[in-house]
């Protein structure tokens, strides 16, 4: 390391330390490394840089000269280590950006999945239309699945043997003391009991399970139908086809048309089938619809009076109005699945499209 | 019920329009079809739907009435002729044709190039051996038609023999060019229409015409009502035959006395007729039956057959001269061999009801007729049967011996019986009308009621129940009704005699008071005027009178009751008696009115009164938060039909079918090998888990959440004695069931194990379950194949352990707020052979209830279900887990206080089905000071688990091992966790040892800790575990 005996000596030095810094630290910083760039920094700015010599050796000045010296040391030394902030900044900047630019990432490999489950699509169409329900007012309830006759045909107006007993084909079991006993075929059951054990005024929707004996593509033995009942004073026809509109505009989320066509089901009178305008082509007719222009949903009606009767409610005080439909189906139809069975076979890709809707 | 419009016209007058109009054959042509705007939407409304429409004749739009003006034999063919047929064009077409019977001057049907015919067959100008053939000369079954070898030939169509529907020469000479189906009026529109089991009466077409009549009237549009009767053709009346029926018991006829004996308690009378010529009926009737599909036969039978299509009145024709001895309706012997009509013979049950004579049956009573006692060209005499049969009898009947005709329809269905009689007179009427000469009418007779009764066909009711569902049309039925005791009592006539005067009494109950505010009550808004309600019931045949105006006495009728009516605002109406079936009263009416209007005219107005909205029964709300839950962490619920194998528990290996309780049978399963209710969701969902990873889903996470079901109720009692009767299972079910009450495994002696019928829940509200079967609700989840795949930010393939599918049960549960605990699943427990030996637990509930399980299943279950991966899997019932919630009274099992839940249920729960019933976990504050985490690990024995770790430690700092206990001994804070963290075997560590390393966390409560608060921590717990256990520290 080279030394001073006088002051030129020094201020010649210092100006030769001042270059050679510039010198190191204007080069390209792509020339540079880290090693290197901690090889300039302990070489201007270490412990044992020239700088730190320099300052022990003011002492060999003499004393006049000694505080002049110290000062132009110092300067430099300001000098070097502001610049050498701003030069090891912009270092780091720099191989940064040059370590981010070599760590992109494939962005075509295959997204890691984030391990949520689904719900049924049929339970979130059940979901679906019970919620407008509950706003307009109606409980919710369950009821039993194994019904004793009473409460699946003879509380609903199908006495035995009567022709509407033929609509549906039921599932039975066993009979204990004379009584049938069968799968329910219809929540309408959950009617009968709602009247018997909660009593009037009514004003309820159950939806569940049911169980028919047929099975081919579009209909399977297990399937889920919702079922509202009002009974109250004074309820007419009128009434319900407001329930029914409002009930539908919200399940589509906008007004929808609706229209009534006259049917028959033993536990209401006068029925309906309710239609609602096709929902793809907005009544024009396509392939859903079988070009009719309307879908045909569920079934409606007054309670017929004999099932009051058998409920031990008073028809000539209390009346009320019945609708309800299979929710299967609508899923289908809200999903677009075209086999009902597809829903039934449990195959983890097909259902996991569905979300935790 | 498939409805011929023409037919219908027959009755009523019905709207044409103009559908086509064109040139053809150099003359004008114009069409006019039916118009089916008006009408199929008058149907729909009125309540049957027009399911299609079809017109009859349509695709022989190219067939032509021709006329062979010149015939020559062909040079290359000897069996073809040459011919010159004129179809109205200017010059004569040639047609090259093979029927034996073409010859100069007959009228055809000539088939033109361009025209399609049945079995897809395209007429094309063509060469026929070399020589030109611009078109065909159709056959009758060519064109689609019946064939009759004995009217229609075996070559082509004559067009000018009435009986194959023709028509006279010089008709046809201005027809000539007029497409064949149009000239001959062959032309026809079917509707199927889909008729409501509540509505019978419309399954024949004169119940068409009237609903048409008044749709039509309503409408305003011109209808006209016609009676097409050919009863004025039959020498005797209505009344004279009903009289003969009750009074008479046998006739003379074809030379001889024929009687009828009736065994059976069904009403029936008979008509018999003489001097009959039996030819083929004349083209009118055999078109008739032609565009419905039918065959026309001779015209005995096809009068039959019009009669039924036209009133829904089956009858059936036996030649006296085949009948030997007496008439006997019977029930069949069982193996007795009887030959139908159709030419198959039947072997017969003794349920099956016929009509015999005395060596063999003659028809199966409703259903179909004998080949033996057919009526053919040789029958002179006949005996006509109008029987009642019992509908059941008639459907059973009918499809035991797979054979559905008109005639079982109509009795399955309903039939008018208090037209019976007139069907008698139509159909006499109409075979004289037939007959080239008029028979002879010999009269009616009644059947004599044997004192054996035989219980075919009243087998599955009883008498009383039936005659109140079916009435008259059951015979059996007038011994239920006083006014008709005095009728059977005085004998032989019992049937046809009981039955006329319970349908007498009917007519006189079967009315009732039309208010003028009726209509508005039912729908809101009167729709109609009252005099145009009382005109539309009247059109539908409906009666009227007046009862309640000043001086009418005994009432007024017609036009006058109308007006009197009107002012009255009250008329008193009396039902028609095809309306019996279903009509009963004033909501009938206004159904009837409504209908007719449109029930889509009904306005709409909103219920009175505010609305509040609603919520879920307790338990829906928390059956919801539950699924919503599994779902989150990554199950993906699926769903099943509830059915389960017989052999499916033993396949899972549990002992057998009855061990998680006895499941119920259905009698009539539709998916054959699973006639069972299941009593667990896991072998449905271990199919889906094989079916899953057969298509090559190698791993996957499912849950069902659905209700299983036993046959016992929750009291523990047996509810089916002959559970598994009809498909063989009674004897076995019974057995195991039994087998597993006796044994002291048996689930009753679980107390309230998660299997037992004891935890079903209330779904009735009803004052006793006794008697019910249990419905349990329950969760259950699998995780087939591995938790990762190998991908390519992971190192490979990952298993699930048995402690992350407890957490994964646990977390379900914690949706409502509940927290559960893990035990050893012991031997007992009746899953625990399902699952593997050492990967097994049990879910309790903090209070100790039995929840559930959870485990690995043992490969040998795995391989039953051909299910190749590893698979966990756990189940929960439901209803011991809603009994934490409240949601189900605890204890005493679902029968006690079940109302009390249920109002419990309904007030703990919010509607928003977050299921936060009485949350038992606190809520966990903000962190106010840094939290100090320490790790530790420790060379332990084997022996020693990480729960009793854990508790030592915890007991070291907080100085109580009891769970609520947080707040540390000495120092200002509160323990957060102990967190095992690593369990090391291996290189360093001793045989029979283990290194344990855990994580002890605490949180400060009132300053930041110091560093001797800090070393006394760390001293307690190092100091406790050498203490308690002899462990070195290892590291901390």
């Known amino acids: 390391m080279s030394t001073y005996a006088q002051l030129s000596d020094l201020e010649r030095l210092l100006a030769e330390e001042r270059s050679q810094f510039r010198t190191a630290t204007g080069t390209s910083l792509e020339a540079l490394d880290d090693a290197r760039v901690e090889d300039i920094r302990l070489r201007f700015s270490g412990r044992n840089s020239p700088l730190q010599e320099w300052l022990k050796g003011l002492r060999a000045l003499p004393p006049e000269e000694r505080k002049g010296a110290g000062a132009l040391i110092n300067a430099l030394k300001n000098d070097i280590e502001s610049e050498l902030e701003v030069f090891l900044v912009r270092y780091r900047a720099y191989a940064e950006d040059k370590r981010l630019a070599q760590e992109s990432d494939d962005l075509t490999l295959p997204l890691p999945e984030v391990r949520f489950g689904s719900r049924h699509p049929v339970a979130v169409a059940t979901r679906m239309l019970v919620e407008p329900l509950q706003r307009m007012g109606f409980q919710y309830i369950d009821g039993p699945e194994i019904e004793s006759d009473f409460f699946n045909f003879e509380a609903l107006n199908i006495p035995a043997d009567h022709p509407a007993r033929e609509m549906q084909d039921t599932f039975f079991l066993a009979s204990a003391k004379g009584m049938e006993w069968v799968l329910r075929t219809q929540t309408s059951s959950v009617q009968a009991h709602a009247l018997k054990e909660r009593g009037v005024p009514l004003k309820i929707v159950c939806a569940g399970y049911t169980y028919r004996n047929e099975y081919d593509m579009t209909h399977i033995p297990t399937f889920r139908q919702i079922e509202c009942l009002v009974v109250d004073k004074g309820v007419n026809l009128a009434h319900m086809r407001h329930t029914l509109s409002v009930f539908f505009s919200e399940v589509f989320g906008r007004p929808v048309k609706l229209r009534l066509r006259s049917s028959y089901f033993p536990f209401t009178e006068p029925s309906a089938e309710i239609d609602v305008e096709c929902q793809q082509c907005h009544g024009a007719g396509c392939r859903s619809c079988k070009h009719t222009g309307w879908l045909e949903l569920g079934g409606c009606g007054l309670v017929n009076r004999n099932v009051l009767l058998k409920c031990g409610v008073d028809p000539d005080v209390y009346g009320g109005f019945a609708f309800g439909m299979g929710i299967d189906r609508i899923a289908m139809s809200k999903f677009a699945v075209s086999d009902l069975r597809a829903l039934y076979e449990g195959d983890v890709p097909f259902l996991k499209d569905f979300h935790l809707a | 019920m498939l409805a011929s419009l023409k037919f219908v016209e027959r009755f009523v007058t019905l709207p044409r329009v103009l559908s086509e109009a064109r040139t053809a054959g150099g003359k004008a042509f114009e069409r006019y079809d039916f118009d089916l705007g008006v009408l199929a939407p008058l149907l729909t409304r009125q309540g049957f739907e027009v399911e299609s429409v079809r017109i009859h004749g349509e695709p022989f739009d190219r067939v032509v009435v021709g006329r062979i003006e010149k015939a020559e034999p062909h040079p290359k063919a000897e069996k073809l002729q040459v011919c010159q047929v004129n179809v109205g064009e200017s010059v004569l077409r040639q047609i090259v044709c093979g029927a034996r019977n073409a010859r100069v001057g007959l009228y055809v049907a000539a088939a033109l190039p361009g025209a399609s015919l049945p079995g897809g067959m395209e007429i094309k100008e063509a060469k026929l051996r070399d020589v030109e053939s611009r078109g065909m000369l159709c056959s009758r079954e060519e064109l689609g038609l019946p064939v009759n070898a004995e009217t229609d030939g075996d070559g082509i169509w004559e067009l000018h023999v009435a009986a194959s529907c023709g028509l006279p020469e010089e008709h046809l000479a201005r027809l000539v060019g007029v497409p064949v189906f149009d000239a001959l009026a062959l032309r026809d529109t079917l509707l199927e229409l889909n008729v409501?089991?509540?509505?019978?009466?419309?399954?024949?077409?004169?119940?068409?015409?009237?609903?048409?009549?008044?749709?039509?009237?309503?409408?305003?549009?011109?209808?006209?009502?016609?009676?097409?009767?050919?009863?004025?053709?039959?020498?005797?009346?209505?009344?004279?035959?009903?009289?003969?029926?009750?009074?008479?018991?046998?006739?003379?006829?074809?030379?001889?006395?024929?009687?009828?004996?009736?065994?059976?308690?069904?009403?029936?009378?008979?008509?018999?007729?003489?001097?009959?010529r039996v030819v083929p009926s004349p083209g009118w009737l055999r078109a008739t039956l032609e565009a419905l599909g039918q065959n026309a036969i001779n015209n005995v039978v096809d009068a039959s057959n019009y009669v039924l299509l036209a009133y829904g009145q089956p009858s059936h024709a036996f030649d006296v001269a085949k009948l030997k001895g007496t008439l006997t309706l019977r029930a069949a012997k069982e193996g007795e061999v009887f030959l139908a009509l159709d030419g198959k013979e039947r072997v017969l049950v003794d349920t099956d009801c016929v009509v015999a004579d005395d060596a063999s049956p003659q028809a199966l009573l409703g259903v179909i007729g004998g080949d033996l006692s057919k009526v053919d060209a040789s029958t002179t005499a006949l005996v006509l049967e109008f029987a009642n049969p019992h509908p059941v009898a008639v459907r059973r009947s009918s499809r035991r011996h797979g054979r559905k005709t008109d005639s079982s329809f109509a009795f399955e269905k309903g039939i008018d019986v208090a037209a019976r009689f007139a069907a008698l007179c139509e159909l006499v009427g109409l075979i004289t009308e037939t007959s080239p000469v008029a028979p002879t009418w010999k009269g009616a007779f009644g059947s004599k009621i044997s004192e054996e009764r035989d219980p075919a066909g009243v087998s599955f009711v009883d008498d009383k129940e039936m005659a109140k569902t079916f009435g008259p049309s059951l015979g059996a039925g007038c011994a239920v009704d006083p006014s008709v005791t005095a009728v059977k009592d005085c004998g032989a006539h019992f049937a046809t005699a009981g039955w006329l005067a319970w349908s007498e009494a009917r007519s006189a109950r079967f009315a009732c008071v039309w208010n003028a505010s009726d209509l508005m009550r039912v729908a809101g808004a009167e729709l109609i005027d009252f005099d145009k309600q009382i005109w539309l019931l009247g059109a539908l045949g409906f009666g009227m009178q007046a009862p309640f105006l000043a001086g009418a006495v005994g009432g007024q009728t017609g036009a006058g009751a109308q007006a009197a009516a009107q002012s009255a605002g009250a008329v008193r109406v009396s039902f028609p008696h095809w309306r019996w079936h279903d009509v009963s009263g004033v909501a009938d009416l206004a159904e009837e009115i409504v209908r007719v209007v449109g029930i889509d005219k009904v306005p709409s107005i909103p219920l009175e009164g505010a609305t509040v909205a609603a919520k879920d029964d307790g338990h829906l709300a928390a059956l919801e938060a539950l699924a919503a839950r599994a779902a989150a962490i990554g199950y993906t619920e699926i769903s099943g039909y509830h059915f389960m194998k017989v052999d499916d528990l033993e396949r899972l290996g549990l002992?057998?079918?009855?061990?998680?309780?006895?499941?119920?049978?259905?009698?009539?399963?539709?998916?054959?090998?699973?006639?069972?209710?299941?009593?667990?969701?896991?072998?449905?969902?271990?199919?889906?888990?094989?079916?899953?990873?057969?298509?090559?889903?190698?791993?996957?996470?499912?849950?069902?959440?659905?209700?299983?079901?036993?046959?016992?109720?929750?009291?523990?009692?047996?509810?089916?004695?002959?559970?598994?009767?009809?498909?063989?299972?009674?004897?076995?079910?019974?057995?195991?069931?039994?087998?597993?009450?006796?044994?002291?495994?048996?689930?009753?002696?679980?107390?309230?194990?998660?299997?037992?019928?004891?935890?079903?829940?209330?779904?009735?509200?009803?004052?006793?379950?006794?008697?019910?079967?249990?419905?349990?609700?329950?969760?259950?989840?699998?995780?087939?194949?591995?938790?990762?795949?190998?991908?390519?930010?992971?190192?490979?393939?990952?298993?699930?352990?048995?402690?992350?599918?407890?957490?994964?049960?646990?977390?379900?549960?914690?949706?409502?707020?509940?927290?559960?605990?893990?035990?050893?699943?012991?031997?007992?427990?009746?899953?625990?052979?399902?699952?593997?030996?050492?990967?097994?637990?049990?879910?309790?509930?903090?209070?100790?209830?039995?929840?559930?399980?959870?485990?690995?299943?043992?490969?040998?279950?795995?391989?039953?279900?051909?299910?190749?991966?590893?698979?966990?899997?756990?189940?929960?019932?439901?209803?011991?887990?809603?009994?934490?919630?409240?949601?189900?009274?605890?204890?005493?099992?679902?029968?006690?206080?079940?109302?009390?839940?249920?109002?419990?249920?309904?007030?703990?729960?919010?509607?928003?089905?977050?299921?936060?019933?009485?949350?038992?976990?606190?809520?966990?504050?903000?962190?106010?000071?840094?939290?100090?985490?320490?790790?530790?690990?420790?060379?332990?024995?084997?022996?020693?688990?990480?729960?009793?770790?854990?508790?030592?430690?915890?007991?070291?700092?907080?100085?109580?091992?009891?769970?609520?206990?947080?707040?540390?001994?000495?120092?200002?804070?509160?323990?957060?966790?102990?967190?095992?963290?690593?369990?090391?075997?291996?290189?360093?560590?001793?045989?029979?040892?283990?290194?344990?390393?855990?994580?002890?966390?605490?949180?400060?409560?009132?300053?930041?800790?110091?560093?001797?608060?800090?070393?006394?921590?760390?001293?307690?717990?190092?100091?406790?575990?050498?203490e308690r256990f002899g462990g070195d520290l290892r590291g901390g």
């Open chain 2, 196 to 276: 409501t089991p509540n509505r019978p009466d419309v399954l024949c077409h004169e119940g068409v015409a009237r609903e048409i009549f008044v749709g039509l009237g309503f409408l305003g549009l011109p209808a006209q009502w016609k009676t097409p009767s050919f009863a004025p053709r039959f020498s005797a009346s209505e009344t004279s035959v009903l009289t003969d029926a009750c009074t008479r018991t046998s006739v003379e006829v074809g030379g001889r006395t024929l009687q009828a004996t009736n065994r059976l308690g069904v009403s029936a009378f008979f008509g018999a007729v003489e001097g009959v």
């Open chain 2, 655 to 1026: 002992e057998h079918v009855c061990a998680l309780g006895e499941p119920l049978a259905l009698m009539n399963p539709i998916i054959r090998d699973q006639p069972l209710m299941h009593t667990t969701l896991v072998p449905n969902l271990l199919r889906c888990a094989q079916r899953n990873t057969s298509f090559g889903v190698k791993r996957g996470l499912l849950f069902h959440c659905t209700r299983t079901y036993q046959n016992f109720d929750v009291e523990g009692t047996r509810v089916f004695p002959s559970n598994g009767e009809g498909i063989g299972l009674e004897a076995r079910l019974g057995e195991l069931s039994a087998a597993v009450a006796a044994s002291p495994r048996g689930l009753a002696s679980l107390g309230l194990a998660d299997y037992a019928p004891q935890s079903a829940f209330p779904y009735s509200r009803e004052p006793s379950l006794a008697l019910r079967p249990a419905e349990t609700p329950r969760l259950a989840g699998i995780a087939f194949g591995p938790r990762e795949e190998k991908q390519w930010n992971n190192a490979g393939p990952q298993g699930w352990t048995l402690l992350e599918i407890a957490s994964h049960a646990l977390e379900c549960a914690a949706s409502l707020g509940v927290t559960l605990r893990l035990e050893t699943l012991g031997s007992s427990h009746p899953f625990a052979p399902a699952l593997h030996p050492g990967r097994r637990a049990a879910i309790l509930s903090d209070s100790g209830a039995p929840v559930g399980w959870v485990g690995e299943f043992h490969p040998a279950t795995l391989r039953k279900f051909e299910v190749t991966e590893v698979t966990f899997g756990f189940e929960l019932n439901l209803t011991n887990l809603l009994k934490e919630v409240d949601l189900v009274p605890r204890g005493g099992g679902a029968s006690v206080g079940v109302a009390a839940a249920h109002e419990a249920g309904t007030s703990n729960v919010s509607s928003g089905g977050s299921g936060s019933a009485t949350t038992k976990k606190r809520v966990v504050a903000p962190l106010r000071f840094p939290a100090v985490s320490r790790d530790f690990a420790f060379l332990l024995s084997e022996s020693v688990t990480a729960g009793e770790l854990a508790a030592v430690v915890k007991e070291s700092l907080t100085g109580a091992a009891a769970s609520g206990v947080r707040s540390l001994s000495q120092v200002p804070a509160n323990l957060v966790d102990i967190r095992v963290f690593d369990v090391f075997r291996g290189k360093g560590v001793p045989e029979g040892h283990k290194s344990v390393a855990f994580n002890v966390t605490v949180e400060p409560c009132e300053r930041t800790l110091t560093e001797k608060d800090i070393n006394w921590l760390q001293a307690r717990v190092v100091e406790s575990v050498k």
